[in-house]
């Protein structure tokens, strides 16, 4: 079983960034897809941004493109999330997710493994 645990969240203001770091057990990175899906009160899961390392592929939703990145330290066995120009609808709760394979679609139902979430809002 692949643990993942979830860290960085916060409170900041629109325009702000925050980088979010999933820490998972180690695995064969060049198998696993790894990704940020969030959850805001009342709405479905839906993905942020998933990787890919092993066959050097990256998925961001197009809310999030050019300002969010997702990144991979194999030797640290950690996923980051980076967030910048943070805006209102940015607020929830973000998950990362594991699963051996790849779906370039980054569906939240493909990913097996989870973890229990870190809190991002963005307030004035």
């Known amino acids: 079983e692949v643990q993942l645990v979830e860290s960085g969240g916060g409170l900041m203001q629109p325009g702000g960034s925050l980088r979010l770091a999933c820490a998972h057990s180690p695995i064969s990175v060049a198998d696993y897809a790894i990704g940020w899906f969030r959850q805001a009160p009342g709405q479905d899961r839906e993905a942020v941004a998933c990787f890919g390392n092993g066959i050097g592929m990256t998925y961001l939703t197009d809310s999030v493109k050019g300002r969010f990145t997702i990144s991979g330290d194999n030797a640290k066995s950690t996923v980051y999330l980076q967030m910048n120009n943070l805006k209102l609808e940015d607020t929830a709760t973000y998950y990362c997710?594991?699963?051996?394979?790849?779906?370039?679609?980054?569906?939240?139902?493909?990913?097996?493994?989870w973890g229990r979430g870190t809190q991002v809002t963005v307030s004035t």
């Open positions: 997710a594991a699963y051996l394979g790849w779906d370039s679609s980054c569906r939240p139902s493909s990913y097996t493994y």
